[in-house]
């Protein structure tokens, strides 16, 4: 079957630096998504890898290790709006996404 | 108005009656998609239409019933729903099914629907 893992919930200071990691089985892959969801609100596109390597776009990166089925967001100088959810996303052969249950981050001061 | 808009918001209901949820997408999109959002559970992909025709239906339950008139809106009409149904509502739209390069979904805020 497909699936897609990642922590349920982080902590992290304001200020710091945190990763969050996902790993994934699809079948045939096409990409990897992260899309960040504060509370009550709709999800929102951060980062697309299909290949191997680190994507840097300001202060979150993202992570893909094909051969690993694994990838992580990278998050620096972390600031109070972070604290939302981020959902990981494998897309397979049929373009169909497959997601994870998201990742909880709490951000303290 | 722009991106993704989903009416209502909220919506409460009892168990016999019929709602229907809309979404509108202003991005010239040909692609819409329903979600549902399960707390602590991954997003369960309900349908999809592409050009106005549906192309998915992963074993949704026949109370949930789709509509796409155009490749702007889409509907997802509710009877007789279960308290299980209870859930945030989402849609979302992309310029294609296939999702290359860095085409991706955009998504509406959401519908939170309580069945009682």
């Known amino acids: 079957g497909q699936n897609v893992d990642q922590p349920t919930e982080m902590t992290a200071t304001e200020g710091a630096i945190v990763q969050i990691n996902c790993t994934y089985q699809?079948?045939?892959?096409?990409?990897l998504f992260w899309y960040q969801q504060h509370a009550g609100e709709a999800p929102t596109f951060l980062s697309y890898?299909?290949l191997d390597g680190l994507e840097e776009k300001g202060r979150f990166s993202s992570f893909l290790s094909r051969s690993k089925g694994y990838s992580y967001l990278l998050l620096k100088e972390l600031q109070m709006k972070d604290s939302a959810s981020y959902l990981c996303a494998g897309m397979d052969s049929n373009y169909q996404l497959i997601w994870g249950a998201g990742t909880k981050l709490i951000i303290k001061p | 108005e722009t991106g993704v808009t989903q009416t209502p918001r909220h919506l409460v209901m009892g168990m016999t009656n019929k709602k229907s949820l809309k979404c509108e997408q202003h991005?010239?999109?040909?692609?819409m998609y329903w979600y549902k959002q399960s707390a602590k559970k991954p997003l369960e992909l309900m349908f999809v239409?592409?050009?106005?025709?549906?192309?998915e239906n992963n074993s949704v339950p026949s109370r949930f019933s789709p509509e796409c008139p155009n490749s702007s809106h889409l509907f997802l009409h509710l009877h007789t729903l279960q308290p299980e149904d209870s859930a945030l509502y989402l849609c979302a739209s992309s310029q294609d099914l296939e999702l290359a390069g860095r085409d991706t979904q955009y998504f509406g805020p959401g519908t939170r629907l309580t069945v009682l």
């Open positions: 890898n299909v």
């Open positions: 699809t079948s045939g892959f096409n990409g």
């Open positions: 991005l010239g999109h040909n692609a």
């Open positions: 239409y592409n050009f106005k025709e549906q192309t």
